[in-house]
């Protein structure tokens, strides 16, 4: 008999959807395997206030409708895609005030701020390059009203080697912050080293109102391969994604980390997607097209650890961490996953010619998803 998977509907709490003709083209793929997803405010100009916030937020479900409408797609996926529910975060700048962070709130849609260092990665121009300098009162403000601080853990500083920008990160801001904002609820974002995992596992404190103040995100990449994956057989454009995949010691870290049941590691994605071409050029754009096998791609991590004798492992990382952590409810519908294969294709439409290559493209994978409602 086919082996299956039955596990609260899934979020995924680090998600890039882009904007325009890019995001008609990505939506689908996540409302079809989460229920619902923080997504990253990178965009060209970064959104940094409520007001842009709340904007982004009706275009991402125009665009969800537009699809749902497109008729690609079966009743039930229709149906299921229309229960989808963005979380919007703020992109922290040095131009950042308290009003605003109280305005997000307010809101009630914004979820989060993220902390781009400046020139740490894609679209980060706009971050901040002294957090503890620049951003002291809202630091302040955000503690007060406890809405988390995503983090994009790498310092910038050329001198430091690529590979060593987490573990430096852990050292030269994440430790100063929590000491200076003992209240402040943080997300270490997309973590990828050893460091990172232990780091997290070990000072996950929690408030007086028992919630964890310390949590991180784990993407199905760092979870499955370590930087030969970079090399193999010659350069492999879609495998880079920043932060970049580290050594086997590291994604090994990473696997305990998720497949320990610990409240404070939960999924992420980080699914970013970029065109073929951009991807495939001189200097190409770091990023990696997960979101529409990812689920897939965690079962078989999972499975490979041999965390998945019975589902509850999977589900706290899948589905009841990342709630918890949030203070929302678990979502009340259910996904199940088969063991059968499903054969990612080698390009999927998207704004160029060239469509955009998904993370394993021409490979067949050992799960499916087979229902979310
Ligand atoms: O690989 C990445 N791509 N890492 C990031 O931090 C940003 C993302 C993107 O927006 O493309
Ligand atoms: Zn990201």
New binding site residues.
Partial sequence: MTRTLQIAAPDDW?L?LRDGEALYHVVAATALNFRRAIV?P?LKPPVTNAQMAVAYRSRILQALEAQCNSGQYSDEQVQAMRLFEPLMVLYLTGATTPQDIEQAVESGVVKAVKLYPAGA?TNSDAGVSDLLGQCADVLDAMQHLGLPLLI?GEVTDHTVDVFDREAVFIETVLKPLRAAYPKLRVVF??ITTEQAANYVRDHATRDEQGRLLLGATITPQHLLYNRNALFKGGLQPHWYCLPVLKREPHRQALVKAATSGLPQFFLGT?S?PHAKHLKEMSCGCA?CYSAPYAMAMYAEAFEQAGALDDTSLFEKFCSLNGPAFYGLPVNPGRMELARMSCEVPASLPFVSESGIVPLRAGEVLDWTVTRLN
Avoid: K, P
């Fill in positions: 680090h890039h990253m990178n990665t994009h974002e997309h980080d970013a990023g």
